[in-house]
């Protein structure tokens, strides 16, 4: 089955960028969605489609995706960011149909 | 605005049976695929389940097939899993979602916990 890796944990300063990375088997031709989970909270999609913003979703949450990897990047990060985060594919070559990374851990310093 | 309520949930013996239930509001349900998630305590995000919009499309990831049964109701508004068999390992908060177009989620539930002991 298809496989999304994540790196556990991320740190960032407040007012700097903050990169998480997805990587998996020729992710580029995937579309990765991103969700921001705060503890005890449900997660909230703040990525689809690689890039795309839901409405609500601040400028500051970009994505990309190429090759074997996809990245989220929030821009001048606020203490209010700090929150695990998850990437997603729908890999229709195999039965396990939605892929989850582990998730990242993003700590505001 | 978009709302999504899961019921349900509680303690069960191994071996046990489930039955969750979510509440749809402020879309056309009839419309919209959707799926069951989970989260195991301090885990990660599992997917559990995938319902086409007429109910006709089912997906099961491997760790529930044979033993967990999803459906709806859209004239109900409704989405139900049926768990059976009940495990340790399925102790979890389950979601229900909506999928979008890019078979992302872009609404969740506010989740329910089922936990499996004796």
């Known amino acids: 089955s298809y496989v999304l890796t994540q790196p556990p944990s991320v740190s960032v300063a407040p007012g700097k960028t903050a990169r998480i990375t997805c990587g998996g088997n020729n992710i580029g031709s995937k579309s990765v969605h991103w969700y921001q989970q705060k503890p005890g909270q449900a997660p909230v999609l703040v990525i689809y489609?690689?890039?795309d913003r839901p409405s609500g979703i601040p400028e500051r949450f970009s994505g990309s995706n190429s090759g074997n990897t996809a990245t989220l990047t929030i821009s001048r990060v606020e203490a209010g960011d700090e929150a695990d985060y998850y990437c997603q594919v729908w890999d229709s070559s195999s039965d396990h149909l939605v892929v989850f990374g582990g998730g990242t851990k993003l700590t505001v310093l | 605005q978009v709302q999504l309520v899961e019921s349900g949930g509680g303690l069960v013996k191994p071996g046990g049976s489930l039955r969750l239930s979510c509440a749809a509001s402020g879309f056309t349900f009839s419309d919209y695929y959707m799926s069951w998630i989970r989260q195991a305590p301090g885990k990660g995000l599992e997917w559990v389940s995938y319902i086409s919009s007429s109910g006709s499309t089912i997906y099961y990831a491997d760790s529930v097939k044979g033993r967990f049964t999803i459906s709806r109701d859209n004239a109900k508004n409704s989405l139900y899993l049926q768990m059976n068999s009940l495990r340790a390992e399925d102790t979890a908060v389950y979601y229900c979602?909506?999928?979008?177009?890019?078979?992302?989620?872009?609404?969740w539930g506010q989740g329910t916990l089922v936990t499996v002991s004796s």
């Open positions: 979602a909506r999928a979008g177009l890019e078979r992302d989620f872009d609404y």
């Open positions: 489609y690689d890039s």
